[in-house]
């Protein structure tokens, strides 16, 4: 059958590959396949579809049955929308000084969520009780605003990873000061595959009230969801993502490609790909001379440290981010579409500008 006719031309070259984000990679063709399934017909809209509905039956199979899913646009909106949920307009969030919340979403917790972040800096991305307690003070303060919430990245912005113990931990920690727990898991399937565990046995099974659940790093076109595994912890979601611009009219289309991700094995198919071809490009690295692996490498991303002139030339062979450009850091990831033979013309690059 031929292709639909569109005016619509390819203006990218397909075969350009690069190591920035898991965000450049396309969308998976099981995803695609499904976005074409919910397509054609009217469905009702805001959420009231058949996919929508389905995909708590689908959700709750991993997040325990009181969880309720709320599809959304994309992963800052996640993270606003569920911190939102579990704080008061006079709350704060503790959250380690590299995350996600606090360095790469412009400011959207503060300006659009009204939330205090309250950071800490950490070695490895990962927070501690012993690090929480730097700001789990001043409850009843009224010149501080109060501690409401902790923040964690599953995995990590540093690609470190948490263990289903220290989850609970926190969780455990965070609940006797009256703080509730929340997980930005725009990895989270990376964070499964690493540990070789069901994404449960670190979220509702550790005690986590709610979570940001990744779709697009892995593999779907577009949209996230954020899961409200403590129903007690939240109120008015509906009206809360509404509030926040986060519902989607044509939510079908989020659901579905949800659906496709974590129905069966696919999101644990390409986070388990997207791990090895970091596990390979980390082990090729360590042989050049010169170039430093900064943190172990536990889900798709590698940092490493190597001199500015050789980053830049490689930076015009293939697309990748600098970490901290001062300091010599940049940051490779790795996609469910990377193949052996990408890992191995970067490394090939890598050891020629090197060698220079």
Known sequence: MNPPKTDARRRHDPDVRGFASDNYAGAHPEVLAALSLANGGHE?????DVYTEN???VLRSHFGATAEAYPVFN?????VLALQAVTDRWGAVICAESAHINVDEGGAPE???????????TPDGKLTPELI???????????????????LTQSTELGTLYTPDEIRAICEHAHAHGMKVHVDGSRLANAA?????PMRTFTNAAGVDILSLGGTKNG???????????QDAVRRMNHLRKLSM????????????????FAKDLWLRNARHANEMARRLAEGVRTVPGVEILYPVRANAVFARLPHDVAERLRKRYRFYFWDEAAGHVRWVCSFDTTEEDVDGFLTALKEETAR
């Open 220 to 230: 779907a076109l577009f949209g996230e969801a954020v899961v409200v595994i403590n």
């Open 75 to 79: 992963g800052t909106g996640a993270n």
């Open 133 to 151: 307690d730097r700001q789990a003070w001043g409850f009843e303060d009224e010149h501080r605003a109060m501690p409401q919430v902790v923040s």
């Open 44 to 48: 009702v809209a805001y959420g009231g």
């Open 111 to 121: 300006r659009m969520g009204g939330l205090k972040l309250l950071t800490v800096p």
């Open 246 to 261: 986060q519902l989607a009219s044509k939510m079908r289309f989020v659901s579905v490609q949800l659906e496709a991700l």
């Open 55 to 57: 995909l708590q039956r």
């Open 193 to 197: 595959a690493s540990l070789d565990v």
